[in-house]
């Protein structure tokens, strides 16, 4: 009898959390890093919703309440949802979660049985590929095309819709890399949902990006599209547009009370409730005016940041990097730096067991990382399936300019030290 499951060792992890304690090792060693790699906006709670936050816990709202969340909050959400997208519903579709993973699981859990197909953007949130295979079903990356803006057209996703698929992932705007879809675009990718999948195929389309765009880009969901509401999933929260990730305050629109009500039951399986007090505060953040100034200063310096780093690296020899229209990440191909500092070379003389643990990306971003002091994400932490030969870093703007542009700089000198690349390589160590 083993003491641990065999499907434990199927589930896999969000790197941005993993490289946590080697920032740490670097700052106790005395060193300053710069911190590309974490998702979470580095702007303040605002304080109206601060305020309401303190007021419930003066009010002593702390303890269990409606497990499918409370009636304010599913009522607030139903018609915010609603009313952006055109769409009408009820308070009774809507189910709050403890951030936005918990439902990203529960659904594949729910929706599939093992054999069962999911099909998930790569390079997308690790979480979509990650649970996948824990739950016994059968990932299908989805590969986003860089020529297209890192998005997919509709004939690239009727390649992959088989009889088997159960599950459709969609995020717009996207992490890791910022694309934004446009109306006519979702038009195109539901009438291929439509004619080819089964009534009871489910999309989750994952909006937590919904309010960070730039350049007057609008946000459109798929459940939009004549045909979709009642197929699609509307997931989004309070973490990014409310710079709130501590909060975990999640919510998602179904299609039905029905299956609400099942995830209602997860909930109590699992949270039994999530804390009142947080709840009201969201409430407040998506019904307050205040809230749009706060979101509206935010992007406007997201997108500052966005044009500055932009910028600097495409003057690096060996990297380009699309301008992205959302979120608040930058995607760049470094495909020119794997070849300039001889990392492919570099990778393939690793041994076999080493190999399995690591990437030509993610060579340089751990050569960026522990010798260079500037964190950021590879390519394979968001979608390994089919990654082998793409070539990419994520970078997260939600760090303040002054320590972007000494970030800029430490990789535009990391970038041409093929010298160093070659000693890091040498010593062995920090490869994944």
């Not at 049985?113 to 690790?126: H, L």
Request: hydrophobic share 40%; aromatic share 10%; with cysteine.
């Amino acid at each position: 009898m083993k003491l641990i499951s065999e499907r434990t060792a199927r589930i896999n992890t969000e790197n941005a959390f993993k490289v946590g304690p080697y920032i740490a090792a670097l700052e106790e060693a005395g060193n300053t890093v710069i911190k590309c790699n974490l998702g979470e906006p580095d702007f303040p709670l605002a304080a109206h919703i601060r305020d309401e936050v303190k007021r419930q816990l003066d009010l002593d709202n702390v303890h269990y309440t409606n497990p499918q969340g409370v009636p304010s909050l599913r009522k607030a959400v139903a018609k915010y949802i609603g009313e952006a997208r055109g769409l009408d519903y009820s308070p009774e579709q809507v189910v709050v979660f403890p951030g936005g993973k918990p439902p990203i699981g529960m659904c594949q859990q729910t929706y599939t049985n093992p054999g069962d197909e999911i099909i998930y953007p790569s390079p997308g949130f690790p979480i979509y590929e990650s649970f996948i295979r824990y739950v016994g079903a059968v990932p299908v990356p989805l590969h986003l095309r860089e020529e297209i803006g890192f998005s997919f057209t509709g004939a690239d996703l009727e390649k992959l819709i088989t009889p088997k698929t159960k599950l459709i992932y969609m995020n717009f705007p996207s992490n890791p890399t910022g694309g934004v879809a446009s109306r006519q675009q979702l038009e195109e990718i539901a009438d291929v949902i439509l004619r080819t999948c089964d009534e009871n195929v489910r999309i989750y389309s994952d909006e937590i990006y919904e309010n960070i765009l730039f350049d007057g880009a609008e946000h459109y969901s798929i459940a939009s599209i004549p045909g979709m509401k009642d197929k699609t999933l509307i997931a989004t929260g309070a973490s990014k547009s409310y710079s709130w990730t501590g909060g975990r305050i999640g919510w998602v629109v179904f299609p039905t009370i029905e299956e609400a009500k099942l995830f209602t039951n997860l909930n109590i399986n699992y949270f039994s409730c999530i804390p009142p007090y947080n709840q009201e505060g969201a409430t407040l953040a998506i019904e307050a005016p205040e809230s749009k100034h706060s979101i509206a200063e935010m992007n406007a310096a997201f997108e500052r940041r966005r044009d500055f780093v932009v910028d600097a690296l495409n003057a690096m020899p060996g990297v380009t990097c699309q301008k992205p229209s959302g979120a608040f990440y930058v995607f760049p191909n470094i495909a020119g730096v794997v070849e300039n500092l001889g990392i492919a070379e570099a990778y393939a003389g690793l041994p076999d067991d080493v190999k399995r643990t690591t990437s030509p990306s993610t060579l340089f971003q751990m050569f960026l990382l522990w010798e260079y002091c500037v964190a950021t994400m590879d390519r394979k932490s968001f979608g390994q399936i089919g990654a082998e030969n793409m070539h990419f870093l994520r970078l997260s703007i939600a760090t303040g300019m002054d320590d972007l542009k000494i970030g800029m700089e430490r990789m535009a000198g990391a970038v041409n030290d093929k010298a160093g690349f070659d000693r890091f390589i040498e010593a062995g160590e920090h490869f994944s």
